[in-house]
T-cell receptor, first 110, second 116 residues
Framework: QQPVQSPQAVILREGEDAVINCSSS?????VHWYRQKHGEAPVFLMILLKGGEQKGHEKISASFNEKKQQSSLYLTASQLSYSGTYFCGTVNTNAGKSTFGDGTTLTVKP | NAGVTQTPKFRVLKTGQSMTLLCAQDMNHEYMYWYRQDPGMGLRLIHYSVGEGTTAKGEVPDGYNVSRLKKQNFLLGLESAAPSQTSVYFC???????????????FGSGTRLTVV
């Protein structure tokens, strides 16, 4: 079952914050987050395992709520380089395959 | 450090033609995957492999075949291309460990395929 991402798109000014959500209808083992620039391959940002762990990568962090079967990606003090499409990939069991959401397009303007 | 290399980068096929997309990784990863990405959409799993000599179907396997004769290579074949197979194809690999799901994917740069 494909996870649902929200919002589909968001436009920010430099320095503003954003939150991207990823929800699954099935129990989750882990959640991956990726960023894809136009015309390029997705790049791995971070992985969160069940247990409510929060991780960070520069000014980008994420949380994972196992009970709610959802993860959120937090982008603080956004930079122009943060523009791109963000995908979450959900894994339901250990050694399972990732199923990806349709992505959230983030545009950061000067 | 090459990572995951896909060839070719672009290809135009006529309906009914066949072709093979090659994915090579130099990270000694056990797991390899083929995804397709249509405009404005996410990644859909076509086929995957959990080790040399093994393959399995993903979400959208119809019209595609794969082979993993060597650990570092994963081939995707289209026997009779159709316009519905126009897409960008991404190969990915993942490290194996005690808990394989703890690792993220490394993607190749993609193959843009157009079937006319």
């Amino acid at each position: 079952q494909q996870p649902v991402q929200s919002p589909q798109a968001v436009i920010l000014r430099e320095g503003e914050d954003a939150v991207i959500n990823c929800s699954s209808s099935k129990a989750l083992y882990s959640v991956h987050w990726y960023r894809q620039k136009h015309g390029e391959a997705p790049v791995f940002l971070m992985i969160l395992l069940k247990g409510g762990e929060q991780k960070g990568h520069e000014k980008i962090s994420a949380s994972f709520n196992e009970k709610k079967q959802q993860s959120s990606l937090y982008l603080t003090a956004s930079q122009l380089s943060y523009s791109g499409t963000y995908f979450c990939g959900t894994v339901n069991t250990n050694a399972g395959k990732s199923t990806f959401g349709d992505g959230t397009t983030l545009t950061v303007k000067p | 450090n090459a990572g995951v290399t896909q060839t070719p980068k672009f290809r135009v096929l006529k309906t009914g033609q066949s072709m093979t997309l090659l994915c090579a990784q130099d990270m000694n990863h056990e797991y390899m995957y083929w995804y397709r990405q249509d405009p404005g959409m996410g990644l859909r799993l076509i086929h995957y492999s959990v080790g040399e000599g093994t393959t399995a179907k993903g979400e959208v396997p119809d019209g595609y075949n794969v082979s993993r004769l060597k650990k570092q290579n994963f081939l995707l074949g289209l026997e009779s291309a159709a316009p519905s197979q126009t897409s960008v194809y991404f190969c990915a690999s993942k490290q194996q460990g005690p808990t394989p799901s703890n690792y993220g994917y490394t993607f190749g740069s993609g193959t843009r395929l157009t079937v006319v």
